[in-house]
């Protein structure tokens, strides 16, 4: 073969096609379960990874190619299937088309046989490299890494494969978000280190100079997190902690976690599934993350209860269903951090929080112009903070219909919509129709339109905020019974 042909078929075997734009393609698969084996080589900071990935078409189309990405600097080996043939493969360093600052490798397996709706497709792969992080990207958490004081193996960094294209509007579409999986990792790690999980410990197999920790999944996952350091375990009945503070702190958490657990489920009842809940300190500004059974937690937030309680509310958080979520739990999360401080242990805590967050809200108001002009029930498209917006918006909902009323909803929405999800328009027709009190101007004003954000300007304090919703909703409420 003349040479130029041989350079000319490695440039095309090692490009991805162009033939079609990722915004117009519709994501057919998603994972159904996780088999990897990790090696961990935490002096030459680099990984290598090998094992199954199992697939299953949720479209009503068969699927010809899979779509994987991995972190940038992480390079697939080999791809074989399950009579252990070669899978041919391209892979390619790619922006996403729509967030051109994010860079993956991006990896298209091409299928002989194309896999049919709902049938399954198992594939094992090989692959190695090293995590750098994300923080030019804007996600200044993401600081991945493979470094002596700790390492972690996580979806943020895409340090395992993700069924995805490049392009986060398609995968929005097809609701990525809502697919659970099962997983079986094994992770080897030098003696000394100590591997953390919120799955089921199954195994801890000690050899000469390196530990291998195998953890599979309690309750169907969304998200695998694996942080490595040097750790202490401690356990309180269902609840764990891996920690290097002291233990005295670390048991004063422990016990403040259980008790968290216990007052949530009196306000909104048990949660469906409890199968323990551990909580994984992380380095400070790696940010936190809820998974069904664990929380990754930074280690201020290991100091700080406020965050123990944001991220415990979450359990009673259902799936979203929205394309483009306003993230309004983040909101309830971070009203609920500040009333569980308020009666457990700050009185005045509340009130002192809700000043603060209304003048950040004004402030973020007046300096930018998209906050004056957006509903909240678009902020989800506008990429705009859920959570400050929204802390107003939970404190104004639970002082109208009053401490009784708004747990039952709560609750009651959480039981209701556990197996399903819903969207946020769901839930906002929920609380009216489960209220005993008239919302409809509230929710005008606080979800389908920003005349809020005048509302903020017009009132000095919370106080006088929240009693013109109150003068207003008790007068609209008695101009429908005098219509009726």
């Known amino acids: 073969m003349p040479k130029i042909f041989i350079v000319l078929f490695a440039f095309f075997a090692n490009c991805v096609s162009a033939e079609k734009a990722f915004s117009k393609r519709t994501l057919q698969l998603a994972a159904k379960k996780y088999q990897l084996n990790y090696d961990i080589d935490i002096k030459q900071r680099n990984l290598s990874a090998s094992g199954k990935i199992t697939v299953i078409n949720t479209s009503q189309n068969s699927a010809d190619h899979i779509p994987l990405r991995v972190y940038r600097l992480l390079q697939v080996t080999s791809v074989t299937n399950s009579e252990g043939l070669s899978i041919p493969f391209t892979q390619q360093v790619l922006s996403n088309e729509d967030w051109p600052v994010l860079q993956t490798n991006y990896v ?84 000394e280190y100590v591997v953390a999980n919120g799955g089921q410990l199954m195994s801890r197999n000690e050899h000469a100079t390196k530990h291998t920790y195998r953890y599979t999944n309690k309750l169907p996952a969304w998200r695998m997190d694996f942080a490595i350091a040097r750790y202490a375990y401690y356990v309180k009945g269902k609840y764990s902690i891996f920690s290097w503070e002291s233990s005295q702190n670390s048991q004063a958490l422990l016990e403040k976690i259980a008790n968290t657990f216990d007052l949530y489920a009196k306000w909104f009842g048990p949660l469906e599934q409890e199968l323990g809940y551990t909580f994984i300190e992380v380095p400070e500004n790696y940010g936190a993350q809820a998974d069904v059974t664990s929380v990754i937690q930074d280690a201020k937030g290991f100091k700080e209860l406020d965050r123990v309680y944001h991220e415990i509310s979450h359990q009673w958080n259902v799936k979203s269903l929205d394309v483009h979520s306003p993230r309004w739990n983040e909101g309830l999360a971070t009203f609920l951090e500040a009333l569980t401080l308020n009666k457990l242990d700050s009185p005045g805590h509340l009130s002192q929080q809700t000043a603060k967050t209304l003048n950040k809200v004004k402030d973020t108001i007046k300096h930018n112009q998209q906050y004056d002009q957006t509903a909240f029930i678009e902020y989800g498209k506008e990429g705009l903070n859920s959570y400050t917006v929204g ?57 389908y339109s920003p005349v809020f954000a005048k509302r903020l300007n017009e009132f000095e304090s919370y106080k006088e905020l929240y009693q013109f919703y109150k003068v207003n909703n008790q007068t609209q409420s008695a101009s429908i019974v005098k219509l009726k």
């Open 391 to 447: 802390m107003i918006f939970f404190h104004l909902l639970y002082d109208l219909v009053g401490e009784n009323e708004f747990n039952h909803i709560i609750g009651s929405f959480y039981r209701t919509f556990y197996a399903t999800g819903s969207t946020t328009e769901q839930f906002i027709q929920f609380v009216k129709r489960n209220s005993r009190k008239d919302l409809a101007h509230f929710f005008d004003e606080w979800a």
């Open 108 to 191: 298209e397996l091409k299928l002989d046989k194309a896999i049919k709706p709902n049938e399954i497709f198992t594939f094992e792969i090989k692959y190695k490299g090293t995590l750098l992080g994300y923080t030019e990207t804007g996600m200044n958490y993401v600081k991945d890494t493979i470094s002596e004081n700790f390492s972690i193996i996580r979806m943020d960094a895409f340090a395992y494969p993700l069924v995805t294209y490049p392009n986060d509007l398609v995968n929005r579409k097809a609701k990525f978000w809502l697919n659970r999986y099962d997983y079986d990792i094994t992770i080897t790690v030098p003696n």
